[in-house]
């Protein structure tokens, strides 16, 4: 069992109080009526220090480690998944310019996104190129006089992208690098924030969803949009590939822990729920079936919290824990897609109504298996350390 500290147990607390507050009482009436969260939400989301846990107390952040990162990601998205996804994305940002950023850029920027002062999207997918990352199209082509970059080619799913101040961009700044993926750069390209983009050099158009209605992904096209050179992550052209797979164990555990939470957040209503629906003259939590599904869903969570947990605990002590990352991630994505169907189906013909929050657990669970590498590429990466390292 993972070592949670008294701090680990006070962080879980106080968040726990914060989604009470400010999350619960609005996500099923902004889900339902596809909403985004609302901003002041976010600018207090800031204030708590959630956009800035992990980066350094002199870099602006609240030096924390990771295990209280999964414990505040898990506490958001039992609130609603898209609370605890926004901090994703300064997650995703602000760890890529604390491992690869000079001590100028990390003194920039980090600050900025942790007060909320920047907020980030991630632009990494194309719609012709997605899991397989090395394969990026998307060109970054340096001006003449050499102070800067054009940005030429399109990005998709970048979500978060309106309301960003910075965009994350992995982009070909040489087109002949071989093997491919050492053409790649990390460009943090800033922008206003706004739905209308900045037509004709940045255009973006929201895609529809099944679920994750709080924030919205956007489809991005870039015509000659601008980007200075000391925007480059580390002033150094072609490390962008080696630059995001350094932070996949972040994002892996971070993605885990949202997982664990939307499972949480379903059981606990089906419990709920069990316990007052009368059938057959007695509450459905005492029909054995009823009682064993429960169970069932309680034993699958505890695991994928437990490797969420697991790889946490790792990545605090320094180890590589790209395997655990990945056990952590990849179970929960399916565990958590498993247990909220279960528990709508707890429900009956109430789960699938939308007068239930069950049903948003269970649409927003499905894009676990999808985003921050698919399952499929999960198990690709496990079994390439099992068994093709020496
Ligand atoms: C709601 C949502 C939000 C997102 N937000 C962001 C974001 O903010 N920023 C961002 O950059 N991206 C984002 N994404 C994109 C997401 O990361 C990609 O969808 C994901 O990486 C998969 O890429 P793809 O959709 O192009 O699928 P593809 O790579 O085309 O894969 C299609 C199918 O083939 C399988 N497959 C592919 N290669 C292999 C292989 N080698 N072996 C076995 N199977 C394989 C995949 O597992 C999948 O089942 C988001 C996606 C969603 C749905």
């Not at 961009?169 to 750069?185: C, D, E, F, Y």
Request: with cysteine; net charge neutral; proline share 4%.
């Amino acid at each position: 069992m993972a070592r949670l500290t008294d701090e680990h147990l006070e962080i879980r607390r106080s968040v726990r109080e914060f989604v009470a507050r400010e999350i619960e009482p609005l996500a099923d009436q902004l889900d339902n009526a596809e909403k985004e969260i609302p901003m002041p939400v976010i600018r207090k989301m800031a204030e708590l220090g959630y956009f800035g846990l992990i980066f350094p107390v002199d870099h602006g952040g609240m030096g924390l480690d990771t295990m209280s990162m999964a414990i505040v990601t898990e506490e958001l998205s039992r609130g609603w998944l898209s609370v605890g996804s926004v901090m994703t994305r300064m997650l995703i940002t602000g760890s890529l310019i604390m491992a690869s950023g000079t001590e100028e850029q990390k003194q920039r920027w980090l600050p900025r996104i942790a007060s909320g002062e920047l907020l980030t999207a991630a632009a990494f997918t194309e719609p012709d190129v997605g899991s397989d990352t090395a394969a990026m199209k998307l060109r970054a082509v340096k001006t003449p006089d050499g102070k800067g970059y054009e940005l030429f080619g399109e990005k998709t799913w970048c979500t978060f992208a309106n309301r960003a101040h910075v965009l994350t961009v992995l982009a070909r700044t040489n087109p002949g690098a071989q093997p491919k993926h050492k053409g790649l750069s990390i460009l943090l390209v800033e922008k206003e924030p706004g739905d209308e983009f900045h037509p004709p050099k940045l255009t973006g158009g929201a895609i529809p969803t099944i679920g994750y209605k709080g924030m919205k992904s956007y489809s991005l096209g870039f015509d000659g949009f601008a980007c200075p050179r000391e925007n480059l992550l580390g002033e150094q052209e072609g490390r962008g590939f080696y630059q995001l797979m350094a932070t996949y164990e972040y994002a892996r555990i971070q993605t885990a822990a949202r997982a664990v939470g939307v499972a949480q957040a379903a059981l606990e209503k089906a419990i709920r729920y069990a316990r007052e629906r009368v059938q057959f003259g007695k509450p459905i939590a005492e029909h054995q079936v009823i009682r064993h599904k429960i169970a069932h869903c309680a034993t699958e969570l505890e695991a994928a919290r437990q490797l969420c947990y697991y790889a946490a605990q790792a990545k605090d002590e320094g180890k590589r824990c790209d395997l655990e990352a990945g056990y952590a991630k990849a179970f929960g994505a399916e565990m958590a897609e498993r247990v909220t169907s279960e528990c709508l189906q707890v429900f009956g013909g109430y789960g699938y109504s939308r007068e239930y929050p069950v049903q948003r657990y269970w649409r927003d669970a499905r894009v676990f298996r999808i985003f921050e590498g698919t399952s499929e590429i999960q198990y690709e990466v496990i079994a390439k350390r099992l068994l093709d390292d020496k």
